[in-house]
């Protein structure tokens, strides 16, 4: 009777500390999805604030007021404002490199590739990350410890995007002589384009006329032998 007794305490010991080990971790689960998305949350407002009223104005309290999040959360998350900034940026970055790779698998074959590589790279430029990326470069310029942070972010994304440029192109691209420098005039191109693009009072016409001509001398570029 006794054996019997410590046996259902044992299984019963087993029971509790199972359910509770499953709680445990459903419990972990939930708290952590609930802090990607307060992660998510800041993230997104950082960019709509740098893009809206650039750096100087996005402060960590209007970042963390539109993200509808309290103060000690963000802090929590990212203790200072240039922590918040540049994953804010490398979190957009990551996004957008995801969103050229699966564009690109759609890509056409053949002559019509390096065109359609461009104009995708073109559209990711001319949007928000390129806006955002712009205020954080230029206010490092003044800002040692905003610069350093920024330095890295860029390293890192340089060291993704150009296999991703790269694989964009296609073959015919990627077998050229002096592959890395070419690639890194495009992106100069592409940067020097998109902050014209910033400037009100273009219009659509014009942009669109810039565009078609810098693709053409980027083609030529990039096949020329």
Excluded: C
């Amino acid at each position: 009777m006794s054996e019997r007794r410590n046996a259902s305490w044992r299984l019963l010991r087993f029971v509790a500390v199972t359910s509770s080990s499953g709680m445990s971790k459903d419990g972990d689960s939930v708290r952590q999805a609930r802090a990607e998305q307060t992660q998510a949350k800041l993230l997104q407002a950082t960019i709509e604030l740098l893009v809206e009223v650039g750096y100087a104005r996005a402060s960590t309290p209007l970042i963390a007021k539109r993200a509808g999040v309290s103060r000690g959360a963000q802090t929590h998350h990212f203790p200072t404002r240039i922590k918040l900034v540049t994953a804010a940026v490398e979190w957009l970055a990551d996004q957008r490199l995801a969103e050229l790779e699966v564009a690109g698998r759609s890509l056409p074959n053949g002559a019509q590739r390096i065109p359609a590589a461009l104009d995708l790279l073109w559209s990711a430029f001319s949007g928000d990350f390129y806006k955002a990326v712009l205020e954080l470069w230029i206010a490092s310029r003044t800002n040692p410890d905003l610069k350093g942070a920024v330095a890295a972010a860029e390293r890192r994304l340089g060291r993704q995007l150009v296999p991703t440029l790269a694989w964009l192109f296609g073959e015919s691209v990627a077998g050229q002589p002096q592959l890395d420098e070419r690639l890194q005039f495009v992106l100069a191109e592409l940067r020097g384009l998109a902050l014209l693009d910033t400037f009100d009072g273009v219009s659509k016409a014009h942009r669109e006329a810039q565009w078609k001509f810098t693709r053409q001398v980027l083609i030529d570029f990039l096949t020329k032998k």
